[in-house]
């Protein structure tokens, strides 16, 4: 009987002696986030800027919610427009028909010759329309957008989705949103977001949004990129005529560039491409006709004499 009260006895001084050791063994999260503070009193910011911040906002759960400054995308840039001389063969697998040199096939990826011109010397070739590149799989050619896009993935050519964890921001650019990080901000660990002085959140509450306490005017061409500093809105360059559009790539030199991506062109051109062209006598694809007797190759594509066209380098 009494070996057994000494057993409980032991039993009872290791738990005792374990249960600091467990303790102490608890991540510390206070060191990837901030606690949330009991108060906080306004602080000032810049030329007599009072700041009045809301010291956190509970982060949204599955509902979509999207900045109503970028729900209308501009016009894809010409580099993830398919060109006039593709001609789509199966949309679902993103695949177009061009006709090519015979000697150059080899040159685009993973080409599948479907019909050979011997009379005008040319090849119809299947390969991935422009915008996608193409992959190998399962010895299957797989063509798979493309936008350069961090910090998320492309659904379809020139836009980007942004990875769970991230969200659009001004820019357009995926950035780090609560719990992971809060650009201009601090992350709680209820998933909340604290701006820094000079920022709020956006309408999203995910990310902070710099402020201008005079505002930057009622254009959309400008826009407040720092804060009390207003420049010039994504898709615009600061001139000595203010804030003018940018198209990428440029309308060339018959074209004026306009809002949203869009080229003008100058009386004796046509927007080919999206690029403003003149008629000229070469094909120029991938491509653009400056003049008459004048073909410019887009970069990454070399002028071929025997078919005036562009093909890859």
């Given at each position: 009987?009494?070996l ?10 290791q ?47 599955a ?11 501009p ?6 427009l ?26 685009y ?34 063509c798979?957008?493309?936008c350069?896009c ?28 609560c ?26 509450r ?17 826009n ?7 420049g ?58 400056v ?23």
């Amino acid at each position: 009987m009494w070996l057994r009260d000494l057993g409980l006895r032991l039993i009872f001084f290791q738990l005792m002696v374990c249960l600091p050791t467990i303790h102490t063994n608890v991540p510390n999260y206070s060191e990837r986030y901030n606690r949330r503070p009991v108060s906080q009193d306004p602080g000032s910011y810049g030329r007599g800027y009072v700041e009045s911040r809301q010291l956190s906002f509970n982060r949204p759960g599955a509902a979509n919610f999207q900045d109503p400054r970028i729900v209308e995308q501009p016009p894809k840039r010409r580099e993830y427009l398919i060109r006039s001389h593709e001609t789509p063969s199966d949309r679902g697998q993103h695949k177009c028909r061009i006709w090519v040199p015979p000697d150059t096939v080899e040159k685009y990826a993973h080409p599948s010759v479907i019909q050979t011109d011997q009379a005008n010397r040319l090849s119809l070739i299947e390969v991935c329309c422009t915008g996608y590149s193409a992959s190998r799989l399962k010895g299957v050619t797989v063509c798979r957008a493309q936008c350069g896009c961090q910090n998320g993935s492309c659904r379809i050519p020139g836009e980007c989705e942004c990875y769970e964890g991230f969200v659009k921001n001004d820019n357009g650019d995926c950035v780090f949103a609560c719990p992971l990080g809060c650009q201009n901000g601090q992350c709680f660990l209820d998933g909340s977001c604290q701006c820094d002085p000079g920022y709020k959140l956006d309408e999203t509450r995910r990310f902070c949004r710099p402020i201008c306490s005079s505002g930057c005017g009622n254009s959309p061409r400008h826009n407040c990129t720092e804060p009390e500093v207003c420049g010039c809105s994504k898709g615009y360059q600061l001139t000595d005529d203010g804030c003018q559009p940018v198209c990428e790539p440029d309308c060339g030199i018959g074209g004026l560039c306009k809002d949203n991506n869009q080229c003008d062109c100058a009386p004796g051109y046509h927007t080919r491409d999206g690029v403003c062209q003149a008629d000229c006598y070469q094909k120029c694809n991938n491509g653009v006709c400056v003049s008459r007797n004048r073909c410019i190759c887009d970069p990454g594509f070399t002028y071929h004499e025997q078919s005036t066209m562009c093909v890859p380098v």
